[in-house]
């Protein structure tokens, strides 16, 4: 009876909490409190997250702030994600785009509404963003973001460019072991075991060619990828090459990267030299191992699972800040061999530090063990504790920054260079919202949510309580809802599952939902163009200034980068001059269409401030002629304007700036 009338209860708190229609999240509120001015942005993008641990929190809605950050508008060529707030020299010029995080991004930048920011980056790196410097898994990260919005014709638009650039990779094939080899440098891992102890343990940073489970487990996940859309799409011939070639590779990931010695997946060798013999494995484990779980390439069965034990072990991968990238017992396990040559300080190395690429990879995989496999070594309460342990990375005396790698035993970045700030060679969020809340996208109407929290109260990991919202999926928004006591939310306690605002399933307690949905087509996206983005300091669309008019300095305004970190500086300034009124102007080159802009300006509390005022001209023959009213600056978020189409090659911003203060235009944007 107890039972009954505890389903009963369920029942009716869920219809109370259909009819009444309101959502758990206050979402205008937390995003006023997160991003002050910049709120709007995340209000109509962002899943909103809340639960019992604010540090999760918190740092959810700070790799929020990232992904926007490492946005930058190409004009026509749409959005794309960087990696490094600022240039850097191996980038791919001159949209400072690179590869090997690419999948990070995607797989984040899927979970948003606006779909124009995943979309455009797939079609940018499948129209020649792709360059092949690193070793990579994106057509497969585009696979996964189709099992998000479920817009097929968008992603299989790129199949015989996906097609082609697996095919380009059989430059690194050795047919005769049916497996993918590449140098670790090129993996984006340099100084590893395979390439310290080709070098005799004397350097790293180049060789050490070898068979290694990241670059079988990506082209196992690419080829798969590849298969799926095929079939989708009705190709069928297609669909069995790939999937033939992703079991081969599956085959032969298994028989020959599995080391029984070591119970984890290794490299072996792809070179001959006085160090090394060709086939031979490597000597010790390495957090790589675990990439064949990411991609789903490793079967359901207990001789694997053991590999996990390695990763849970503090002697081994598992360090007090985080995880390392080999073993303490490797004999060049945290030896520095590389130093920037301008600051003298400690440069990349994988041959033990910790790092959010990898620390991303192995607890996407332990998700998918969770999720898919029966086995007993690894647990909810493991992951937990993980992304906890991972969350905690972030903070550097207590502000949220995060940087390229980190010593494992005490958490403080080991490069710390200049360029670090804020990075995105990693994923976060997307760990929250697939693995903690559980949503595992399908390509059918089904949602599926089977959160990975712990379950027993007692658990350290347990969340009381927790709730996302406003995830798109399949057409639809939908949200996750957890409260053990029914006091957070409103709803009543249990878990409930949300599709357009309206419980669709739930449970008194934790445990896996499904619903099946009606199908929906995903909305469109608007795809406006920024006439004034020029990622070049010539040609044009041209800046020019009233003071500090050097041209890589106006540049900066127009590139398409928005940020308001204040580590790395960017755009236009008035700084060095007392002038209460400035102007800064774009030429266009030809006489365009102008209808409103955009202005992003920085402001710190100190040197910099928003301008009081500001007009917007266009000149039309000799006069400047004032467009809409005059706009109203925000600090640190998007002052927008507006006015009757007008056709002009010049369009300046007049700005009066506060007494005792500079201004910084961090990006002016004109459609």
Same mark, same amino acid.
């Given at each position: 009876?107890?039972?009954?009338?505890?389903?009963?209860?369920?029942?009716?708190?869920?219809?109370?909490?259909?009819?009444?229609?309101?959502?758990?999240?206050?979402?205008?509120?937390?995003?006023?409190?997160?991003?002050?001015?910049?709120?709007?942005?995340?209000?109509?993008?962002?899943?909103?997250?809340?639960?019992?641990?604010?540090?999760?929190?918190?740092?959810?809605?700070?790799?929020?702030?990232?992904?926007?950050?490492? @946005?930058?508008?190409?004009?026509?060529?749409?959005?794309?994600?960087?990696?490094?707030?600022?240039?850097?020299?191996?980038?791919?010029?001159?949209?400072?785009?690179?590869?090997?995080?690419?999948?990070?991004?995607?797989?984040?930048?899927?979970?948003?509404?606006?779909?124009?920011?995943?979309?455009?980056?797939?079609?940018?790196?499948?129209?020649?963003?792709?360059?092949?410097?690193?070793?990579?898994?994106? &057509?497969?990260?585009?696979?996964?973001?189709? *099992?998000?919005?479920?817009?097929?014709?968008?992603?299989?638009?790129?199949?015989?460019?996906?097609?082609?650039?697996?095919?380009?990779?059989?430059?690194?094939?050795?047919? $005769?072991?049916?497996?993918?080899?590449?140098?670790?440098?090129?993996?984006?891992?340099?100084?590893?075991?395979?390439?310290?102890?080709?070098? #005799?343990?004397?350097?790293?940073?180049?060789?050490?060619?070898?068979?290694?489970?990241?670059?079988?487990?990506?082209?196992?996940?690419?080829? !798969?990828?590849? %298969?799926?859309?095929?079939?989708?799409? %009705?190709?069928?011939?297609?669909?069995? *090459?790939?999937?033939?070639?992703?079991?081969?590779?599956?085959?032969?990931?298994?028989?020959?990267?599995?080391?029984?010695?070591? $119970?984890?997946?290794?490299?072996?060798?792809?070179?001959?030299?006085?160090?090394?013999?060709?086939?031979?494995?490597?000597?010790?484990?390495?957090?790589?191992?675990?990439?064949?779980?990411?991609?789903?390439?490793?079967?359901?069965?207990?001789?694997?699972?053991?590999?996990?034990?390695?990763?849970? $072990?503090?002697?081994?991968?598992?360090?007090?800040?985080?995880?390392?990238?080999?073993?303490?017992?490797?004999?060049?396990?945290?030896? @520095?061999?590389?130093?920037?040559?301008?600051?003298?300080?400690?440069?990349?190395?994988?041959?033990?530090?910790?790092?959010?690429?990898?620390?991303?990879?192995?607890?996407?995989?332990?998700?998918?063990?969770?999720?898919?496999?029966?086995?007993?070594?690894?647990?909810?309460?493991?992951?937990?504790?993980?992304?906890?342990?991972?969350? &905690?990375?972030?903070?550097?005396?207590?502000?949220?920054?995060?940087?390229?790698?980190?010593?494992?035993?005490?958490?403080?970045?080991?490069? %710390?260079?200049?360029?670090?700030?804020?990075?995105?060679?990693?994923?976060?969020?997307?760990?929250?919202?697939?693995?903690?809340?559980?949503?595992v996208p399908r390509e059918d109407d089904v949602l599926v949510?089977?959160?990975?929290?712990?379950r027993d109260p007692a658990d350290p990991g347990y969340l009381?309580?927790?709730?996302?919202?406003?995830?798109?999926?399949?057409?639809?928004?939908?949200?996750?809802?957890?409260?053990?006591?029914?006091?957070?939310?409103?709803?009543?306690?249990?878990?409930?599952?949300?599709?357009?605002?309206?419980?669709?399933?739930?449970?008194?307690?934790?445990?896996?939902?499904?619903?099946?949905?009606?199908?929906?087509?995903?909305?469109?996206?608007?795809?406006?163009?920024?006439?004034?983005?020029?990622? *070049?300091?010539?040609?044009?669309?041209?800046?020019?200034? $009233?003071?500090?008019?050097?041209?890589?300095?106006?540049?900066?305004?127009?590139? #398409? !980068?928005?940020?308001?970190?204040?580590?790395?500086?960017?755009?236009?300034?008035?700084?060095?001059?007392?002038?209460?009124?400035?102007?800064?102007?774009?030429?266009?080159?030809?006489?365009?269409?102008?209808?409103?802009?955009?202005?992003?300006?920085?402001?710190?509390?100190?040197?910099?401030?928003?301008?009081?005022?500001? !007009?917007? @001209?266009?000149?039309?023959?000799?006069?400047?002629?004032?467009?809409? #009213?005059?706009?109203?600056?925000?600090?640190?978020?998007?002052?927008?304007?507006?006015?009757?189409?007008?056709? %002009? !090659?010049?369009?300046?911003?007049?700005?009066?700036?506060?007494?005792?203060?500079?201004?910084?235009?961090?990006?002016?944007?004109?459609?």
């Amino acid at each position: 009876m107890r039972r009954i009338a505890g389903a009963v209860l369920l029942a009716l708190t869920s219809m109370f909490a259909a009819a009444a229609g309101a959502p758990p999240l206050d979402e205008r509120a937390i995003a006023q409190a997160r991003f002050g001015n910049d709120a709007p942005w995340y209000e109509n993008n962002i899943p909103f997250f809340d639960s019992s641990d604010p540090l999760l929190n918190r740092i959810y809605y700070y790799r929020w702030q990232i992904f926007r950050a490492h @946005q930058r508008d190409l004009g026509n060529k749409g959005y794309i994600s960087t990696e490094f707030l600022d240039d850097v020299g191996w980038q791919l010029q001159p949209y400072a785009s690179l590869n090997d995080a690419t999948g990070f991004h995607i797989l984040e930048g899927r979970w948003l509404r606006d779909r124009r920011y995943a979309g455009d980056y797939i079609d940018y790196m499948y129209q020649g963003g792709n360059d092949r410097h690193f070793a990579e898994a994106i &057509a497969d990260a585009a696979y996964q973001r189709f *099992l998000v919005d479920g817009d097929l014709a968008a992603v299989a638009a790129n199949l015989p460019a996906m097609k082609r650039i697996y095919a380009e990779w059989d430059d690194h094939y050795d047919a $005769s072991k049916k497996l993918y080899w590449i140098m670790p440098l090129l993996d984006a891992t340099e100084y590893t075991i395979s390439s310290i102890d080709a070098s #005799g343990g004397k350097d790293g940073f180049t060789g050490g060619e070898a068979f290694r489970p990241s670059i079988n487990s990506y082209m196992f996940a690419n080829a !798969r990828a590849i %298969g799926r859309l095929a079939h989708l799409t %009705g190709d069928e011939e297609t669909a069995r *090459l790939y999937a033939g070639k992703a079991e081969e590779l599956r085959a032969e990931v298994l028989k020959s990267l599995w080391s029984a010695k070591f $119970s984890h997946f290794i490299d072996r060798y792809q070179v001959t030299n006085e160090f090394v013999k060709y086939w031979e494995p490597i000597r010790g484990r390495e957090l790589v191992g675990y990439l064949p779980w990411t991609f789903g390439l490793v079967p359901d069965e207990p001789v694997y699972a053991e590999a996990w034990r390695h990763v849970l $072990s503090p002697d081994q991968l598992l360090g007090p800040a985080g995880l390392r990238t080999n073993e303490p017992s490797y004999q060049y396990y945290m030896r @520095q061999y590389r130093y920037d040559r301008e600051t003298s300080g400690r440069e990349c190395q994988w041959n033990g530090p910790l790092w959010p690429f990898q620390t991303t990879q192995v607890l996407t995989g332990m998700a998918n063990l969770l999720h898919d496999a029966h086995q007993t070594v690894a647990t909810r309460s493991d992951y937990m504790r993980l992304l906890k342990q991972y969350a &905690a990375l972030h903070l550097q005396n207590g502000k949220p920054d995060l940087e390229e790698d980190y010593d494992p035993d005490s958490g403080k970045p080991i490069v %710390g260079l200049p360029r670090s700030h804020h990075y995105f060679h990693s994923g976060f969020d997307d760990l929250v919202i697939g693995g903690l809340v559980g949503i595992v996208p399908r390509e059918d109407d089904v949602l599926v949510v089977d959160p990975l929290v712990p379950r027993d109260p007692a658990d350290p990991g347990y969340l009381r309580y927790f709730a996302l919202q406003s995830v798109p999926y399949h057409g639809h928004l939908i949200g996750v809802v957890f409260d053990a006591d029914g006091k957070r939310y409103g709803m009543g306690a249990g878990l409930f599952v949300l599709v357009d605002g309206r419980v669709a399933a739930s449970s008194p307690g934790l445990t896996k939902l499904s619903v099946t949905l009606i199908h929906k087509d995903a909305p469109p996206v608007a795809r406006p163009i920024d006439l004034a983005m020029n990622v *070049l300091p010539t040609g044009f669309p041209h800046g020019n200034a $009233s003071v500090n008019a050097d041209v890589y300095a106006v540049q900066r305004a127009l590139d #398409g !980068r928005i940020w308001y970190f204040p580590e790395i500086a960017n755009g236009w300034f008035t700084e060095g001059s007392t002038a209460r009124t400035q102007w800064f102007s774009v030429d266009f080159g030809k006489e365009q269409v102008l209808r409103s802009a955009e202005l992003a300006f920085f402001a710190d509390g100190k040197t910099f401030a928003a301008p009081r005022a500001c !007009r917007i @001209q266009v000149l039309r023959g000799k006069r400047w002629i004032d467009v809409g #009213g005059p706009c109203r600056p925000l600090a640190n978020g998007i002052t927008r304007a507006g006015w009757r189409p007008i056709t %002009g !090659r010049l369009l300046r911003v007049l700005f009066t700036v506060p007494k005792g203060k500079a201004i910084r235009l961090v990006e002016l944007k004109v459609f």
